[in-house]
């Protein structure tokens, strides 16, 4: 993390020492109590230091120190407290109590010691900051007000595209769309690293005549990256197509064990989905002329589709110019003129609305700051984000003057604007985005997923009336809004879904996680060592072992990928290598299939976090959580996917449990005690939460949760135990496809906002059935016989509602508005209703209406909409 960032650490852990842990502090506590006010006293340094580091490379050793100093007065701290915890876990007998006494007393020597040595180095480090002249922050700097800006929505930055309106028009007119060229034509976009290459690719592709009526029976997407995998972007590219059939890509990946013949079967199941359509494939992001050959080798024969009059496109996205070469069309991105440079900042400056008095006085030092970004769209965008704090002349100034001191020490003005917006970002916002640093390069990466890598690192801290997930949430939207974060795709309400980072900033990213939260990653053989010790570690591969165990003592969380082309592996680490990581939090296994959990876990004593994820949707392998599991008495989040769980016999015990959330339950009963710090639990059965739920209600935190209806019968037992739970404020009930709901299963409680309902549901509740307060309300695989729309209209204070899949007869249906219904539903999602014919909206109805997304709706006409409701319109 960064140095502020580690001292609020260090403060917040000596704080809690000394509230907690006093009787075992005896003739410590003095200098535990000075060493959090010297930390304390040298956070007031760091603003001045951080202004001055562009210019100044002792100032930049300066903060190392500090940063370098915090962590290992964590360190010390929290060795500490284990260390005491583990002599009094020994003590539970008078005799054991004495025996364990002369440890306790060494330890507290020790840490006394080490104290002594911290404040040392502290001292020498503050009679070094006069030699720098860093003085005590006295004038404001830009800084984030996160509670007033939380709810910003993060895709208005993204809505309007500037400067490569006549590049679309280019690329769409002579390569899709020309008829002239029959068979198939590759195109390459061409450009420097953040030019816009993927931006312009996109826009091509979800083009209104390519999207709609470009003749293309498919289209589809696929990252290639610098590290190509032919496995894994075959995979993803059939899957993204029309009509492709998971089970089958899975039972390829099954049927051996030599990765060759996977990639050619792959290959030959993609030629035989593309063989005799007009397709449109975009490869982004192709690095080498190597890959380009052999996805080249991927699609069906040239001179057939020829012959067959079919007209399909191959639109690769490169910063390789001998790529380019091969392909019959070339389009060559350029730099932004100052116009369009100037309209480009403006759009990521001023999100939502301008000032033409405020601009006017602004132009002159805006042109000053764009001479440095060289009509790179990327520089511009980034560089935007950092004055969207301030709209006054002295503000961008500010900015202005800063970027001039980091250009001399970068060896690109891009670098230099990138370093600058990292530096500006809070210590809050450092600190979640060095976290994008544990993903892989070019990956999509789940929103969710990152959230609760955020929440698994304990750097969201709920404060006031926002929930944990609105803080995160808060986080994510302002790394996206200062442009240090792209936004993939949405879901209904402007909800990130998915993002991703920019290779250039990806740079930045791994860089400076390494320098200041000590990012270790593991390839094979290979290892990217950080600057001092090493606390976070990502390894790609099955094994654990690549380092020396001492290396392991101060990581605080790690994530194994494994990327070997087997799936899903079983570790083949050696127990006695897991009783090295003292202090790790936080273990993400990801692609590792488990039936029984490697009982070296047990060793992991201050495990907050654990995430289990099988890399294939199938569930044939059940994961047995063992008795010892209640051992890891910090554990707060659980979380399996694609996979079953299975409990033990006896009741589990986790008091600080907050999270638990697994695909189902499998197999006897779940059995818990005393889960009485839970928030979440998803996906349980009923008659486990039937079971649980009695010894919740009374003390119940849960604010969400997730129900799989395996029984109908006790729905009333259901209803009256969710009736108790006036915490709740997400709830999600899964029924089997042959089950039936009852409508008033649905629990009336004021806090209940979001509901999702999967299956049985034939008819659809009156509206006073429903949540008084409900805002958010998705509707899947239900089997209503008839028009859901003129009841859900009735519901006061619905927002977004989505529905997907509904399950009726062949009969074609039209859904129907009713007059001044849905009076403040602002985005409405259909997805897959395919007799779905119109929708009639009476006067009045859905006035709020700003996004209706419809896909995979092949019958609907939409041409009698009103006015507002076509503007709304997005297909996909």
């Not at 899957?239 to 990765?259: I, M, N, W, Y």
């Not at 082309?565 to 202090?583: E, I, Q, R, V």
Request: overall charge positive; glycine content about 6%; charged content about 30%.
């Amino acid at each position: 993390m960064a140095a502020e960032a580690a001292i609020s650490t260090a403060v917040e852990v000596l704080g809690s020492l000394l509230i907690q842990k006093v009787k075992s502090l005896r003739s410590v506590e003095g200098k535990v109590r000075s060493l959090k006010e010297e930390l304390e006293w040298m956070q007031s340094f760091l603003k001045d230091a951080n202004r001055k580091q562009a210019e100044d490379e002792g100032v930049r050793n300066w903060i190392r120190k500090i940063r370098e100093v915090a962590q290992d007065a964590e360190d010390t701290i929290e060795m500490f407290l284990i260390n005491v915890e583990n002599a009094n876990s020994r003590g539970s007998s008078l005799l054991k109590s004495c025996s364990s006494f002369p440890k306790r007393m060494y330890y507290l020597d020790r840490i006394g010691d080490e104290i002594d040595s911290i404040r040392a180095r502290l001292d020498a480090i503050d009679k070094s900051r006069e030699r720098f002249g860093i003085r005590e922050a006295s004038e404001p700097v830009l800084s984030l007000d996160i509670e007033s800006r939380r709810r910003l929505a993060p895709t208005q930055n993204d809505e309007q595209v500037v400067g490569i309106e006549g590049d679309v028009r280019e690329v769409v007119r002579e390569l899709l769309l020309d008829e002239g060229k029959g068979g198939v034509w590759v195109g390459v976009i061409e450009g420097m690293g953040g030019i816009g290459k993927s931006t312009l690719a996109r826009e091509v592709y979800n083009h209104r005549d390519v999207a709609g009526g470009g003749g293309f029976e498919c289209r589809g997407w696929v990252v290639v990256s610098s590290e190509f995998t032919p496995r894994e972007t075959m995979k993803q590219l059939i899957l993204e197509l029309p009509g492709s059939d998971r089970r089958k890509v899975r039972e390829v990946e099954e049927s051996s064990k030599d990765e060759l013949y996977i990639q050619r079967k792959l290959q030959e199941m993609l030629r035989e989905q593309l063989q005799g359509k007009n397709y449109l494939i975009v490869l982004d992001d192709v690095w080498e002329k190597e890959h380009w050959e052999y996805l080249k080798s991927s699609f069906p024969n040239q001179k057939v589709l020829v012959l067959t009059d079919k007209r399909s496109r191959l639109l690769l996205t490169t910063r390789n110019k001998v790529i380019g070469k091969y392909c019959q069309y070339v389009h060559k991105m350029k730099a932004l003129d100052l116009e369009k440079s100037w309209e480009l900042l403006l759009e990521r400056a001023f999100i939502g609305s301008k000032n033409e008095e405020c601009m006017k006085e602004l132009e002159c030092i805006g042109a000053q700051i764009l001479e440095k970004c060289h009509g790179l769209p990327l520089a511009i965008s980034v560089v935007g984000g950092l004055l969207m704090q301030t709209q006054t002349k002295n503000g961008w100034e500010q900015v202005y003057n800063q970027l001039n001191s980091y250009l001399g020490t970068y060896e690109s003005n891009v670098s230099a604007i990138l370093e600058l917006s990292y530096q500006n970002l809070s210590p809050q916002l450092k600190s979640c985005f060095l976290c994008l640093a544990f993903f892989k390069e070019d990956s999509t990466i789940r929103a969710k997923r990152l959230l609760n890598v955020w929440v698994g690192q304990g750097l969201i801290q709920q404060t006031g009336s926002g929930t944990v997930d609105e803080i995160a949430r808060g986080y994510l939207n302002e790394l996206i809004n200062r442009n240090m974060v792209q936004v993939e795709d949405v879901i209904i309400g402007d909800r990130v879904r998915n993002c991703r980072l920019h290779d250039l900033i990806r740079e930045v990213c791994l860089r400076k996680a390494k320098e200041e939260i000590g990012l270790e990653i593991v390839k094979g053989q290979d290892v990217i060592s950080c600057l001092y010790k090493p606390r976070h570690r990502v390894v790609y591969g099955k094994n654990l072992d690549t380092s020396s165990p001492s290396h392991n003592k101060y990581l605080r969380s790690l994530f194994i990928l494994n990327v070997d082309s087997d799936g899903n592996a079983y570790m083949t680490t050696p127990s006695h290598y897991w009783k090295s990581f003292k202090l790790l939090k936080m273990l993400d296994l990801d692609g590792f299939a488990f039936q029984k959990l490697p009982r070296s876990v047990q060793l992991l004593t201050g495990l907050k976090c654990l995430r289990i994820r099988k890399s294939h949707n199938i569930f044939r392998d059940v994961l047995e959580l063992p008795t010892w599991l209640e051992s890891l008495k910090k554990l707060e989040i659980l979380c399996v996917e694609n996979q079953y769980v299975k409990f033990p016999k006896d009741a589990l015990r986790l008091e600080k449990l907050r999270h638990f959330h697994v695909h189902s339950v499998y197999g006897r009963a779940m059995k818990v005690e005393n889960w009485k710090s839970i928030e979440s639990l998803k996906l349980i059965r009923l008659e486990d939460w039937l079971e649980c739920s009695s010894g919740l209600t009374g003390r119940c935190h849960v604010r969400k949760l997730g129900i799989h209806m395996i029984e109908t019968e006790r729905q009333n037992e259901l209803q009256r135990s969710l009736e108790k739970m006036v915490n709740l404020v997400e709830l999600h009930l899964e029924f089997n496809p042959t089950s039936l709901m009852s409508p008033k299963i649905i629990p009336r409680l004021n806090g209940l906002t979001k509901l999702k309902l999967d299956g049985g549901m034939l008819e659809c509740s009156s509206a006073s059935e429903f949540p008084p307060n409900l805002s958010r309300l998705t509707l899947e695989y239900v089997r209503l016989v008839e028009d859901p729309m003129p009841e859900l209209g009735k519901l006061p204070k619905l927002q977004y509602l989505k529905l997907y899949r509904r399950r009726i007869s062949n009969e074609e249906w039209r859904m129907r508005v009713l007059r001044e219904g849905f009076p403040c539903l602002e985005a409405l999602s259909l997805e897959n209703l395919n007799r779905l014919r119109g929708i009639d909206v009476e006067e009045g109805g859905m006035p709020r209406l700003r996004q209706l997304r419809i896909r995979k709706c092949p019958n609907l006409e939409i041409e009698n909409l009103p006015e507002h409701i076509k503007c709304a319109v997005a297909t996909a």
